[in-house]
Structure formats: C-alpha cells, structure tokens
C-alpha cells in the first residue's frame, strides 16, 4: 500500500511540474515612446520561442511566452528594449517606452562609400529584413483563370496580420523617406544659409519643410539655391 502511494505521488508530482513547465503566459501592455506618442507596427519577439508580434494601431501588443522567456521589443528609428516573463501562468502586463536613437550607428566607421544616413538605413533594412521580405498575399487566387475576375480571399489578403505587415511596409517606407529628407535638410545647413537661429529657424523650417522628391532631385549646390529662394520668399511674406 505504501508502495502504491509513493508511486502515486511521483506521478501527481511529475504531472504538476509538467504542467507548470508547459504553463503559457500572456504578456500584453501598450508600447509608446518618452513623448507618450504610441508606437503601431512594433515587433515583439519571443526570443526563447521564436514567436512574433506586431503591436496595433494603438500600440497595444500581446505575444505568448513562458516564465524566465525573454521578450525584445523593437521599433524603426528606436532603441530595442527586453522584458523578462516573471510570471508562471495567467497575463503579465507590461507598458514599454522605447527610447529614439542616436543618428549615427556606434562602432561604425563613416567613410566616404556611405554617408551616415546610407549607414542608418541599411542596418534598419537589416534589422525588419525578415518582415519587409515577406510577400504580400495576392488579392486574387493564384488558379483565377485570366479574365475570371478577381477572387477575394479574407484568409488571407485581409487577415488582421497581412494587413499590419502591408501597415508596417506603408510606414517603413514613409519613415525611410523622412529620415533622407532630414539628411539633407539639416538646421545647420539651413543655419548656414539663412543666417537664421532658434524659434526663427524652426518656423522657417516647418513652412518650407521639402517633399522627398525634391531632395532626391537636388545636387548639393541646387540644394542651396532652393533653400535661399525658399527664404527670401518666406522673409518677405508678411508676419
């Protein structure tokens, strides 16, 4: 009988810790920066399990994991951040504030192949590579025959994931814009130029800030004509 009881207990007490070893825990939170500006599209990266996670529009993400797992979050043109599962079952709510960083990679050369913004941008492509790779689903069906019509699948062109990978895409490469824009039109450039400082400056930065297309098609001398025709028209506007 006695033996019959040990058994009994070993086995209650494998099953217990078997439970508890394959436990989930839910870790959920809303990720923003130190501005309070929610940041939508993050990914959330399990690292022990390989599961990932984008947050929604509203910064709020939820992404599965065991306690002692570790879970990265990052963001285009932020610093990554790692928070430890603590709980053994049930939800850890956790809000992350990641914090924007610094303009030119450390440990890396600058020379003359690439500039810094060039730096920047290849270790973010480097970095969402493994999202910005991802095909988007076809809006139609790959059997539609030609002239069919087009097959709308909500599976999978309109699943919640597809459309925050196409979301992340969207602003990726918006943001990748941005950032070559702030590049060129930079306060000391346009300090240099205008002779303008402090509140002055910004103002006239705000007003003329340019489009992407026109920093793409301006060489650095057609840059400054741009910006010194840009301030004597904003100079002479009335105030």
């Keep these: 009988m ?9 086995c209650l007490t494998g099953m217990l810790f078997s439970q508890m070893a394959g436990a989930q825990v839910t870790v959920t939170g809303q990720i923003s920066d130190s501005n309070k500006l929610v940041l939508p599209y993050a990914t959330v990266t399990n690292i022990n399990s390989g599961k990932r996670a984008l947050s929604d529009q509203g910064g709020f993400y939820k992404i599965d994991a065991s306690r002692g797992d570790k879970i990265v979050f990052t963001f285009v043109g932020y610093l990554p951040d790692t928070l430890p599962v603590t709980l053994t079952t049930g939800t850890q709510t ?28 290849i270790e ?43 979301q992340f895409k969207k602003n990726y490469e918006e943001m990748e814009k941005q950032k070559f824009i702030d590049s060129r039109f930079t306060p ?12 002055s400056l910004q103002h006239f930065m705000r007003d003329n800030y340019p489009d992407y297309n026109t920093m793409r098609s301006l060489a650095h001398n057609d840059l400054l004509y741009w910006i010194t025709d840009k301030y004597k028209a904003w100079a002479n506007k009335p105030r």
């Design 124 to 166: 973010r492509r480097r970095q969402y590579g493994y999202l910005l790779d991802l095909p988007n689903k076809p809006l139609a069906g790959g059997n539609t025959p030609e002239g069919a019509g087009i097959v709308f699948s909500p599976i999978t062109r309109f699943s919640k994931g597809e459309r925050q990978k196409r």
């Design 94 to 121: 956790s809000n992350m504030k990641l914090v924007v960083a610094g303009k030119f990679l450390k440990g890396v050369e600058i020379t003359s192949q690439y500039s810094p913004y060039q730096i920047d941008s």
């Design 2 to 10: 006695k033996a019959f009881m040990r058994i009994m207990l070993c």
């Design 188 to 199: 000391l450039l346009v300090s240099q130029v205008t002779g303008l400082k402090g509140d």
